[in-house]
Nanobody, 119 residues
Framework: VQLKDSGGGLVQAGGSLKLSCTASGRTFRMGWFRQAPGKEREFVAAFTTTGGSTFYADSVKGRFTVSRDNAKNTVYLHMNSLKPEDTAVYYC????????????????WGQGTQVTVSS
């Protein structure tokens, strides 16, 4: 599976961005993780391609939304009400796994896209 993510940029606090992730092969789940400078990579959101279920980290719940365009095999991360603490490199991930209440990453990653939120 190859993933291509895009859509990052610079936005003011309270603004919105939409990230895209296009997969070359079949996936059962798609996820987004992010990594801020000096911090570990963390789970943001996930989407099950078969059932269309969505999952979100508590830090983004109510602000971020995942959607999918089946025809384009593309998953989107709609980010609203952005905060400076959302600043990070965002990575698309194929087939993340849920263990209990913790999402762990699958083996395939996009190249990452920078999101910077200014205060």
């Amino acid at each position: 599976v190859q993933l291509k993510d895009s859509g990052g940029g610079l936005v003011q606090a309270g603004g919105s961005l939409k990230l895209s992730c296009t997969a070359s092969g079949r996936t059962f789940r798609m996820g987004w993780f992010r990594q801020a400078p000096g911090k570990e990579r963390e789970f943001v959101a996930a989407f099950t391609t078969t059932g269309g279920s969505t999952f979100y980290a508590d830090s983004v719940k109510g602000r971020f939304t995942v959607s999918r365009d089946n025809a384009k095999n593309t998953v989107y991360l709609h980010m609203n009400s952005l905060k400076p603490e959302d600043t990070a490199v965002y990575y698309c991930n194929a087939d993340p796994m849920l263990y209990g209440d913790t999402w762990t990453s699958g083996d395939y990653w996009g190249q990452g896209t920078q999101v910077t939120v200014s205060s």
